[in-house]
C-alpha cells in the first residue's frame, strides 16, 4: 500500500471535518468520566468518523477547552481517544501481532528480550518524570505521558462500560502498541522467532519550492502492509500552556498517539516528515538500552513544543534511543516570505543512529536545486559510511543501489524535479511509478516514488 500526502493546512483541515456526535472527558473528584453533553467541567471533547470506506481515512478530532489544567487536557487527550477508539485499537494491535508473527491468543506474545526491554523503558520514563518535577524537559515530558495514561485508562472506561469481555490491554500491550516503529530495531537486536520482511524503510518526501519563490510544496509517500490499511487523520488542538504550538494534524494508524507516518503540521508554522534509515552496522545497536526515550515520544514532544527547524531537531535528539532511526525533515514555514529567495532555517534535517546524530540546516540545497529529497538514506556522509550503507550496497548488485545515496527515486527526484511548475505537477509525480517502461525502476516497482 503507498499512502500520499499533498496538503495544505486549511483544506486538510477542511477534509477531516467533524461529523457525528462528540464525547466529552470530564474530571469528578479524583476520577475521569466520558459524558454525552457539553457543561462547564468539559475539559477535552472528541468525535470519531468513521467514513474510511470512502476516502481511506478514519478522521478524529480532539479537541481541549481553553483555560484548563494542562495535566488534565492531556489526560482527557488520551482518555477520549481511547474511548472512541476502542474496538479499532484492539484490532489494530491484533494486526501488529500477526506482521510481527506473533501469537494472538498467548499472553506473553513478545520474546522475552523484547519484553524486558520494552518493560525497562516505560520503567525509567516514569522514574524520570517522577525525580525531575523541577526540570522542564521532564515536566513536558510528564505531559505526554499523561496523555498515554489517558489513552490506555479511556480505553479501558469503554471495555468496563460496555462490559466487553476478551478486548483487555495491559499497559504493556499499550505501550507496545504505541512504540511499533522503534520496534523495527528492536527486533534487530533481538530476532523474533519467526523473522518475516516488512516494508519498513520504503517512504519518499520531497519539499519543492518554486522557481519564483511564490510557494513551497510538501509531501510525503509511506509505504505499508497491507494489514495497515486504516488510516487515521488527527485533528488536535490542547492549549497547553507550556507548548508552543496548540493545534497539530497528524497522519497515523488508529489509537496511535504520534504520527505512525511521521507527517505533522501545526499552528505554530512547522511542517515535519521523515523517511526511515536503516542501520546496517551491528556494532551500533551496542549503545542501545532502555534507558532512553523512544523515537515516537520524542517526535511526537518535539512537534509540540519547538519554535523553529533547528529547535526541533535540538528537542528531539535528546534522550536517543537508538531505535526507529529517521532522517527528519523540518520546515519552518514562518521563515518563508513569497517571492523572496530564502536565505537560511527555512529546511532543517535531522537524521538519527544508535548513539549518532547529526542535524544542518539545508536551506542553500534547496535554494540551488529548488528541491531536496528524503529516499530512506543518510544525507550526512560520515552517517552513510558508519552506518554500513557502503558495504550493503556492494553485497546487493542491482538491488543495493535502492538503499544507495544515488539510487532509483534520487535519481528520479533529480531528473523530474525541474519539470515540476506546479502544485498539480507535483502531486503527480509524488504518485508516480511506471516501473515497466522507466529504465531508473531496473523492472522493479518498488525502485520508483509511490
Same mark, same amino acid.
Given at each position: 500500500?503507498?499512502?500520499?500526502?499533498?496538503?495544505?493546512?486549511?483544506?486538510?483541515?477542511?477534509?477531516?471535518?467533524?461529523?457525528?456526535?462528540?464525547?466529552?472527558?470530564?474530571?469528578?473528584?479524583?476520577?475521569?468520566?466520558?459524558?454525552?453533553?457539553?457543561?462547564?467541567?468539559?475539559?477535552?471533547?472528541?468525535?470519531?468518523?468513521?467514513?474510511?470506506?470512502?476516502?481511506?481515512?478514519?478522521?478524529?478530532?480532539?479537541?481541549?477547552?481553553?483555560?484548563?489544567?494542562?495535566?488534565?487536557?492531556?489526560?482527557?487527550?488520551?482518555?477520549?481517544?481511547?474511548?472512541?477508539?476502542?474496538?479499532?485499537?484492539?484490532?489494530?494491535?491484533?494486526?501488529?501481532?500477526?506482521?510481527?508473527?506473533?501469537?494472538?491468543?498467548?499472553?506473553?506474545?513478545?520474546?522475552?528480550?523484547?519484553?524486558?526491554?520494552?518493560?525497562?523503558?516505560?520503567?525509567?520514563?516514569?522514574?524520570?518524570?517522577?525525580?525531575?518535577?523541577?526540570?522542564?524537559?521532564?515536566?513536558?515530558?510528564?505531559?505526554?505521558?499523561?496523555?498515554?495514561?489517558?489513552?490506555?485508562?479511556?480505553?479501558?472506561?469503554?471495555?468496563?462500560?460496555?462490559?466487553?469481555?476478551?478486548?483487555?490491554?495491559?499497559?504493556?500491550?499499550?505501550?507496545?502498541?504505541?512504540?511499533?516503529?522503534?520496534?523495527?530495531?528492536?527486533?534487530?537486536?533481538?530476532?523474533?522467532?519467526?523473522?518475516?520482511?516488512?516494508?519498513?524503510?520504503?517512504?519518499?518526501?520531497?519539499?519543492?519550492?518554486?522557481?519564483?519563490?511564490?510557494?513551497?510544496?510538501?509531501?510525503?509517500?509511506?509505504?505499508?502492509?497491507?494489514?495497515?490499511?486504516?488510516?487515521?487523520?488527527?485533528?488536535?488542538?490542547?492549549?497547553?500552556?507550556?507548548?508552543?504550538?496548540?493545534?497539530?494534524?497528524?497522519?497515523?494508524?488508529?489509537?496511535?498517539?504520534?504520527?505512525?507516518?511521521?507527517?505533522?503540521?501545526?499552528?505554530? @508554522? =512547522? /511542517?515535519?516528515?521523515?523517511?526511515?534509515?536503516?542501520?546496517?552496522?551491528? %556494532? +551500533? *545497536?551496542?549503545?542501545? !538500552?532502555?534507558?532512553?526515550?523512544?523515537?515516537?515520544?520524542?517526535?511526537?514532544?518535539?512537534?509540540?513544543?519547538?519554535?523553529?527547524?533547528?529547535?526541533?531537531?535540538?528537542?528531539?535528539?535528546?534522550?536517543?534511543?537508538?531505535?526507529?532511526?529517521?532522517?527528519?525533515?523540518?520546515?519552518?514555514?514562518?521563515?518563508?516570505?513569497?517571492?523572496?529567495?530564502?536565505?537560511?532555517?527555512?529546511?532543517?534535517?535531522?537524521?538519527?543512529?544508535? @548513539? =549518532? /546524530?547529526?542535524?544542518?540546516?539545508?536551506?542553500?540545497?534547496?535554494?540551488? %536545486? +529548488? *528541491?531536496?529529497?528524503? !529516499?530512506?538514506?543518510?544525507?550526512?556522509?560520515?552517517?552513510?559510511?558508519?552506518?554500513?550503507?557502503?558495504?550493503?550496497?556492494?553485497?546487493?548488485?542491482?538491488?543495493?543501489?535502492?538503499?544507495?545515496?544515488?539510487?532509483?527515486?534520487?535519481?528520479?527526484?533529480?531528473?523530474?524535479?525541474?519539470?515540476?511548475?506546479?502544485?498539480?505537477?507535483?502531486?503527480?509525480?509524488?504518485?508516480?511509478?511506471?516501473?515497466?517502461?522507466?529504465?531508473?525502476?531496473?523492472?522493479?516497482?518498488?525502485?520508483?516514488?509511490?
Amino acid at each position: 500500500m503507498a499512502i500520499i500526502y499533498m496538503i495544505f493546512f486549511a483544506l486538510f483541515l477542511a477534509f477531516i471535518k467533524a461529523k457525528g456526535d462528540y464525547s466529552y472527558c470530564v474530571k469528578k473528584g479524583d476520577k475521569y468520566v466520558i459524558e454525552k453533553e457539553e457543561t462547564s467541567d468539559s475539559i477535552v471533547k472528541g468525535a470519531l468518523t468513521e467514513n474510511i470506506s470512502d476516502n481511506g481515512w478514519y478522521k478524529i478530532h480532539i479537541i481541549g477547552y481553553d483555560g484548563k489544567d494542562d495535566e488534565d487536557l492531556m489526560y482527557c487527550a488520551g482518555f477520549v481517544e481511547g474511548y472512541l477508539n476502542q474496538e479499532g485499537m484492539f484490532n489494530h494491535f491484533q494486526l501488529i501481532k500477526d506482521i510481527k508473527h506473533y501469537n494472538r491468543s498467548k499472553e506473553n506474545y513478545a520474546p522475552k528480550e523484547i519484553y524486558n526491554f520494552m518493560t525497562a523503558n516505560l520503567k525509567y520514563v516514569r522514574e524520570s518524570v517522577e525525580a525531575y518535577k523541577d526540570d522542564p524537559y521532564w515536566v513536558d515530558m510528564g505531559l505526554i505521558l499523561k496523555q498515554f495514561d489517558g489513552l490506555k485508562d479511556g480505553y479501558q472506561y469503554r471495555i468496563d462500560q460496555d462490559k466487553i469481555q476478551g478486548k483487555d490491554m495491559s499497559e504493556f500491550d499499550q505501550w507496545f502498541f504505541q512504540s511499533a516503529g522503534d520496534m523495527f530495531d528492536l527486533a534487530e537486536i533481538y530476532p523474533d522467532p519467526y523473522p518475516t520482511k516488512e516494508f519498513r524503510e520504503h517512504c519518499s518526501g520531497m519539499v519543492k519550492l518554486t522557481e519564483n519563490y511564490d510557494d513551497i510544496f510538501f509531501s510525503h509517500d509511506a509505504w505499508s502492509d497491507f494489514r495497515e490499511l486504516h488510516g487515521e487523520l488527527k485533528d488536535l488542538y490542547l492549549p497547553v500552556s507550556r507548548f508552543n504550538a496548540k493545534r497539530v494534524v497528524l497522519s497515523t494508524r488508529v489509537g496511535k498517539i504520534s504520527s505512525y507516518d511521521d507527517f505533522y503540521l501545526t499552528d505554530s @508554522g =512547522l /511542517y515535519v516528515l521523515e523517511t526511515t534509515l536503516n542501520n546496517y552496522n551491528e %556494532d +551500533l *545497536y551496542k549503545v542501545v !538500552v532502555p534507558q532512553s526515550l523512544f523515537t515516537w515520544m520524542r517526535a511526537y514532544y518535539s512537534t509540540w513544543v519547538a519554535k523553529n527547524g533547528s529547535d526541533w531537531a535540538k528537542t528531539f535528539i535528546r534522550h536517543n534511543s537508538g531505535t526507529y532511526n529517521n532522517q527528519y525533515v523540518i520546515v519552518d514555514t514562518n521563515k518563508f516570505v513569497r517571492f523572496e529567495k530564502p536565505t537560511t532555517d527555512l529546511l532543517w534535517i535531522v537524521e538519527q543512529f544508535p @548513539g =549518532l /546524530y547529526r542535524m544542518t540546516d539545508v536551506t542553500y540545497q534547496l535554494v540551488n %536545486d +529548488l *528541491y531536496f529529497p528524503s !529516499v530512506n538514506t543518510p544525507w550526512h556522509h560520515d552517517l552513510y559510511e558508519l552506518a554500513g550503507y557502503p558495504e550493503l550496497v556492494k553485497s546487493l548488485g542491482i538491488y543495493g543501489t535502492y538503499r544507495s545515496d544515488k539510487g532509483p527515486r534520487w535519481l528520479l527526484m533529480k531528473r523530474e524535479a525541474p519539470r515540476i511548475k506546479t502544485f498539480e505537477d507535483f502531486q503527480k509525480f509524488m504518485r508516480y511509478n511506471n516501473y515497466a517502461r522507466d529504465p531508473y525502476s531496473q523492472g522493479d516497482p518498488a525502485q520508483q516514488i509511490l
